[in-house]
């Protein structure tokens, strides 16, 4: 699903969408239905009149979703998440803490995925319910991974 950004000085009448990240996959940016290509972090785009302007993405890192900045002017496809949800997400990277490298992974695993959750469309309940349930999976499976290279590196 791609989302709009409206409001852009000198792209009126055109279609400006930002198209989320998949998996293996980056955020793309799409202009006219032409997804427009980077270049060190930089998109070239032209306006309306035919001056070109430079944009780029600007993320969090926790937020799944990033900003467009055109001319030093931030524009939104979405709702940024409030800092509560941004808090809620991040927690299980707390997993680093007591589990080193593996526990970082699993916690930035599950911290994406609750990021992800949280751009759902669906009750706030069920969505920290559901992002409860992912950091606890996340904790879960770093205590099952941990046994196993335990097991493997004492060789029984």
Do not use: H
């Amino acid at each position: 699903m791609d989302y709009p950004i409206d409001g852009i000085p000198g792209f009126e009448g055109r279609k400006v969408l930002l198209r989320p990240a998949g998996f293996f996959s980056g955020v793309k940016l799409v202009v006219d239905d032409s997804v427009v290509t980077s270049r060190l972090g930089k998109f070239t785009l032209q306006r309306n009149d035919g001056t070109v302007v430079e944009a780029r993405l600007r993320s969090n890192y926790i937020d799944t979703f990033p900003q467009l900045i055109v001319d030093k002017t931030v524009y939104s496809a979405v709702k940024p998440l409030a800092w509560y949800e941004l808090v809620w997400s991040a927690l299980p990277i707390l997993i680093l803490f007591i589990g080193g490298a593996l526990g970082a992974v699993c916690g930035l695993v599950a911290a994406y995925f609750n990021s992800r959750v949280f751009r759902m469309n669906m009750q706030s309940i069920y969505k920290y319910l559901l992002t409860g349930l992912i950091s606890v999976g996340a904790f879960v499976v770093y205590f099952i991974l941990s046994i196993l290279f335990y097991t493997l590196i004492r060789g029984q």
